[in-house]
């Protein structure tokens, strides 16, 4: 695949070959197709060529990537091929890169596989906040299943009780009369309080 930049000033001469591969994957049961080599061409003699890694995608599908450059600070996905030829004189950095070497239909590119990584910075940062906060609400866990009940003995001595004259005269062993202001009521003889321990 070439790319020419035609009647552009001092790029006249120069031309972009994108070599692509297609290969069959059993596992995957489907044709992959990958990004080869690239190579800077000018004036039809070739200038520098650059290894690509990492760049491929399903046959039907085309690849995109925010950025394709020889440069570390983008991830250096095209790598000089040799150490002795002109390709280390030459920085090459595609901006918004796309590309569909097969199956293309009407012009347009197919369903796009991005290159971003899974494990983006964002990605990283939200599992280690829930990786922090799993591990304060285990700690919460831990701290409520441990956490000692309180002991409540009770040892009863009822409060005494006051009742209103009852007729029966078995009880009048067990009761003394209250003298109260208008009202006669009895006390029980067997006082007991309750005491709550804790």
């Known amino acids: 695949l070439s790319l020419k930049f035609g009647d552009i000033g001092n790029l006249k001469g120069l031309v972009i070959r994108f070599l ?40 039907s599908y085309s690849y995109h990537c925010e950025h394709v450059s020889s440069l570390q600070r983008y991830d250096a996905l095209l790598i000089p091929s040799s150490a002795n030829d002109l390709s280390k004189l030459w920085e090459v950095t595609f901006i918004d890169f ?7 239909e009407e012009g347009h590119f197919a369903y796009a596989k991005d290159c971003a990584s899974f494990f983006s910075p964002a990605i990283l940062m939200g599992l280690v906040m829930s990786l922090i906060l799993l591990l304060v609400l285990a700690y919460a866990l831990h701290m409520l299943i441990h956490l ?31 003298r109260s202001s208008g009202n006669e009521s009895y006390e029980l003889r067997n006082q007991q309080f309750c005491r709550i321990y804790i």
């Open 20 to 59: 692509l591969t297609t290969s069959y994957y059993q596992l995957s049961v489907q044709n992959w197709f990958s990004l080869h080599r690239l190579q800077l061409l000018y004036n039809h003699s070739i200038q520098a060529t650059f290894n690509a890694t990492r760049i491929y995608a399903p046959a």
């Open 98 to 104: 796309q590309i569909q070497g097969f199956n293309v």
């Open 148 to 178: 000692k009940s309180l002991d409540r003995h009770y040892e009863c001595k009822a409060s005494p009780a006051y009742f209103a004259q009852m007729k029966d005269n078995d009880m009048g062993d067990e009761k003394e009369p209250l």
